[in-house]
């Protein structure tokens, strides 16, 4: 008998890619571990007698002549399977995203990083061209959206997208997929949220509100990364790390931030993780609580330092620059000759102020347009410094109406801030 089996707190991507590999393999037969996710169980309690899955006791081990691993690279995770680790000549195929810590080792693996193990059989689904019914496409997009936040996290890909508008055309089901997903935090999850709000640590760095919550979990649970998001929601925090210790020496690491406060990607990377700006998680392993917290508070430090200046990112400011000389409508003709969201004015280098196209209109409208810049110069303007951080200057742009922040050091025009500059800042891209 071929079996497909996963790991124990069986999750949608694990059923998923257990169901999955029932249509791939014609034959094999889904063995359900003993434990499963509350949502999964609440879901099989209406669809298990549609799925060719057995529960876990059924099974006679002796029987089994192939077995497929999904969504798990470890016996230990397996719901007793042990005895056939050491059985020579089984077949074994491996399906699955999780790339450390493997000790299945597989006659046929199908390892790779997405995120989810259901995105690499739906694409072996479409090569082969096998029907799926639209109830599985919905149980599909469940493990799409159970492992991947609903491709929120940094761990998906346009694999897994792609997957998820492949099985939206098959029938995919998203009012019961967000029934089931609705009910993915359980008790376990609450009583980990409530620690965080009683014992949390809350400090300020550079006007930045930032959080740590510091706490032994049950191993194997799963949503952390959400707790530690809807944590810093909760709490209107700029950046909150969660260091959960999961085992007698092996802590995860997840961080959060808005994108606007610290590098959470710096933080998680010096501790061997990986991540973004914004989002990023690391597994440390041999270090107790206390010491962690230390570490990532003094990380957070180091990242605060890293900041980027706005005197990285500016750009020349020549192009925006006029002479208080000119006349508006000669002002104006430059502007619209080289398409700017406005003009710095300068004498010299002196920074004098700002001329929009709002003034340009408002001269036109009073047949002024032959008359000095001067008399129309903005002078209560938003500026930047070339030592503020990116970061301070983002917030300046929001009250800025012009769409850009003239760079001014000692009354002396240094350099401009664009959107385009923020932009590229924001989405981390080199120009
Ligand atoms: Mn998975």
Not at 166 to 184: H, K, M, Q, R
Not at 340 to 362: M, N
Request: glycine residues 6%; hydrophobic residues 40%; proline residues 3%.
């Amino acid at each position: 008998m071929q079996i497909v089996t996963s790991h124990t707190n069986t999750d949608f991507d694990a059923l998923a890619s257990m169901v999955a590999c029932t249509c791939l393999y014609p034959g094999a037969v889904g063995i359900l571990p003993s434990h499963i996710m509350p949502n999964v169980k609440a879901f099989l309690a209406i669809h298990q007698d549609l799925l060719r899955i057995r529960p876990r006791k059924e099974l006679d081990l002796e029987k089994v002549s192939a077995l497929i691993v999904v969504d798990a690279n470890n016996w230990n995770r397996l719901d007793r399977m042990e005895a056939l680790s050491t059985r020579k000549t089984l077949d074994i195929i491996c399906w699955d995203h999780h790339m450390e810590g493997v000790t299945i080792e597989g006659t046929r693996e199908y390892r790779e990083e997405v995120g989810a193990t259901i995105t690499l059989l739906l694409e072996e689904i479409v090569r082969q061209d096998t029907p799926i019914t639209p109830m599985q496409a919905t149980l599909f997009l469940l493990g799409i959206y159970d492992d991947t936040g609903c491709l929120t996290f940094s761990s998906a890909t346009h694999r897994d997208a792609r997957m998820t508008a492949f099985l939206l055309e098959n029938g995919a089901d998203l009012n019961i997929v967000t029934a089931y997903l609705a009910d993915t935090i359980d008790d376990s999850h609450s009583r980990v949220f409530s620690q965080m709000l009683a014992t949390a640590r809350i400090f300020e760095m550079e006007g930045l509100k930032i959080g740590i919550c510091a706490q032994p979990v049950e191993s194997g649970l799963t949503m952390l990364a959400s707790l530690v998001s809807k944590y810093r929601e909760f709490k209107g925090m700029d950046a909150v790390f969660g260091i959960f210790l999961t085992d007698q020496n092996k802590s995860m690491v997840i961080g959060r931030a808005n994108p606007r406060s610290i590098d959470v990607g710096l933080v998680v990377r010096a501790l061997g993780g990986g991540g973004h700006p914004a989002a990023g998680s690391a597994v440390v392993k041999g270090s107790d609580l206390e010491t962690m917290v230390n570490r990532v508070v003094q990380l957070i430090h180091d990242a605060g330092q890293k900041e980027t200046l706005v005197r990285e990112i500016m750009s020349d400011p020549a192009r925006f620059v006029v002479d208080p000389s000119l006349t508006m409508g000669e002002a104006r003709k430059i502007m619209a000759q080289e398409k700017l969201p406005a003009l710095l004015v300068c004498d010299k280098e002196r920074f004098l102020g700002s001329l929009s196209g709002e003034t340009f209109a408002k001269a036109e409208r009073s047949g002024r347009l032959d008359t000095s810049v001067k008399g129309y110069i903005k002078s209560r303007i938003s500026v930047a410094a070339p030592e503020d951080t990116a970061r301070k200057a983002l917030e300046r742009m929001n009250r800025s109406d012009d769409g850009l922040l003239p760079v001014v050091e000692q009354d002396l025009l240094t350099g401009v801030l664009t959107r385009g500059n923020l932009i590229l800042h924001i989405y981390d891209i080199q120009s």
